[in-house]
């Protein structure tokens, strides 16, 4: 598994990997558990996570940059 991008908020995350089934990629949201017991640890862990499968990475970057919507003002995105 490849974390894609970050988010503060669980919410965000959601919406992208939403975004990523609806184009056919199994997307992943991970820690959004602990960010809901408390909004502080997001900074402390890097946020709430989306991940997709190794070989997935490439298309999910071509889906990102083609997406004429781009990117969620809250991502942070990994990778090149």
Do not use: C, W
């Amino acid at each position: 598994m490849t974390t894609i991008a970050t988010f503060t908020k669980p919410e965000d995350a959601h919406l992208l990997r939403m975004r990523l089934e609806a184009s056919g990629v199994q997307a992943f949201v991970q820690d959004e558990n602990l960010i809901q017991l408390d909004a502080l640890y997001s900074n402390a862990i890097g946020g709430v996570r989306v991940q997709v499968a190794d070989d997935d990475v490439s298309a999910v970057r071509e889906f990102l940059a083609e997406d004429g919507r781009g990117a969620l003002s809250e991502m942070r995105l990994h990778g090149n």
